[in-house]
């Protein structure tokens, strides 16, 4: 419903939109339940601010952070929990997936991928997906990240990642969405195929930049 929309392109994460949004009535919850909440409001930051690192992070997120510590919040324990804690197989997992990293373009656009078979080799979800992209974060020279994973026969998800190109304009044309820094689509096609198209795609959105 059009009532419950809210939009803010300066706000960094939904967990601060929430505890904007709903602060009186987390002051008011049971000691145990506003623990529960202000614990998943900082995991909604973390994760949607990539802990701290993305562009938009600004002095309110870390306001909103310094008022749920009120809550007997653990910043280091959710941190680690949630970002650094992984099972074996899911290391290896990882290793494998960044083992495929190719580069183009002198190091600015890097792709890597991970398979069904990988996940089933490790006997993992495709849960396990979800923070591939932070691992090649702050690799030199690099402009734009694309994660590659296969989810069917000849069907790919795409997640595309860069502090500098737009990347919601690439996946909007290959039909799927999200926002300037980080976006997504599915493609069908041969991984070779979905490839080739999609480096032609970034590379000639990196040339486009270059000329403005």
Known sequence: PEALTFID???????VIIFKLFREEIDS?????RKFV????????????????NA?????????????M???LKPG????KFLFTFSA?????????????????????????????????????????????????GIKKNKIVVY????????????FRSEEIDVYEIAVYFGGGGHQKASGCKINGTFEEVKKKVLAKIKEKLHRNKTV
């Open 148 to 159: 590659f994973q296969e989810i069917g026969v000849k069907e790919f998800r795409l997640s």
């Open 38 to 53: 202000s614990e998943a409001i900082y995991t909604t930051i973390i994760n949607d601010s990539d802990n701290f690192l």
């Open 56 to 68: 938009n992070v600004n002095e309110d997120t870390y306001r909103v952070c310094a008022q749920l």
């Open 9 to 15: 392109p300066e706000i960094v994460s939904t967990g």
């Open 70 to 72: 009120k809550y007997d």
């Open 77 to 80: 324990e959710i941190t680690k």
């Open 89 to 137: 197989a899911e290391m290896r997992f990882i290793g494998e997936t960044l083992s495929t990293i190719e580069t183009y373009e002198d190091d600015q656009i890097l792709f890597m991928s991970s398979t069904l078979e990988m996940l089933r080799k490790n006997n993992l979800t495709s849960q396990a997906t979800e923070k591939m992209t932070r691992w090649v974060k």
């Open 29 to 33: 919850l049971p000691e145990k339940s």
